[in-house]
């Protein structure tokens, strides 16, 4: 590319990340949006949709209750914001419990809850389960969806450029070094998701937690019934063979139960118990 072509070219893409940067909640964090709220909330009534076709809906009356009863109170803590904290989303929520012996919930984006019955042995309590809805609905707050789309983007495009990079070079090697640049375009899409995609993914979990618990105060709920939580989340996982830190999604269990520790206090500023 022609050098008088290459500066209007990076300074207009600068322009567009500028443009599109917003702040997360609670943590104050710089995010990349390339898209919008509308196309967001779209896609996330269509996966909702997807996952309760597929999956079996809990008749158990007592958890259906319980799970439409703390979704509601941190729903209405997120529409209810303490001043300039975060914009009031103003979704559609629904609530639904699924019938699976699977530790998970979720909270997709415009509010479409969802919580398995799995994980109800280890929530134990209502405050146990506003902690777990708390952190999925801190995700739907604060667009990690979108920002996780957005952050792919990125990386294509930056691993793109480095391909085109190293096949620029292919043409001016010969013999013996191009055996190399198979090697070195998947090194690049290695090192992208090693050292962007996956630790951007860990602080969104670590985000949503701290997010989460704020939630969870502002909704009358005890923050350090949190602590409970992921302390028997960590027993459940005892067993299981992990992944380490940097290969994976979620911070360590060590590491989220300390940090969870560490941001109680600040969310205690914002609790007021009701029964």
Known sequence: MRPA?????????????????????VTGRSQIMLMS????RQMGLQAYRQVLAKEPLSHDAQANALVEKVGKRIAAAAERP??????????RWEFSTIDKNEPNAFCLP????AVYTG???????????AAVIGHEVAHALARH???????????????????????ALATTVSGRSRTYLPAMMAAVG????????????????????RIGLVLMALAGYDPHEAIGVWERMRAANAGSRRQ???????PADTTRLNDIRGWVNEAMKYYRRRD
């Not at 300074?11 to 599109?20: I, N």
């Not at 709220?37 to 967001?40: L, R």
């Open 110 to 113: 415009g509010g479409k809850v």
């Open 190 to 209: 290695a090192g992208a998701t090693v050292g962007f995609i996956l630790p951007m993914s860990r602080a969104q979990e670590s985000e949503a937690d």
């Open 37 to 40: 709220e509308n196309e967001e």
């Open 145 to 167: 969806g979108a920002e996780r789309m957005s952050d792919q983007m990125v990386a294509s495009v930056g691993t793109t450029a480095a391909t085109a990079a190293a096949a």
């Open 244 to 250: 380490a830190e940097w290969l994976s999604t979620h």
């Open 82 to 91: 303490p001043a300039e904290m975060w914009r009031a989303p103003h979704f």
């Open 119 to 129: 994980i109800l042995p280890i929530t134990r309590t209502e405050a146990g389960l």
């Open 5 to 25: 072509l290459r500066l209007p070219l990076i300074l207009c893409g600068a322009a567009v990340l500028l443009a599109a940067c917003e702040t997360a909640p």
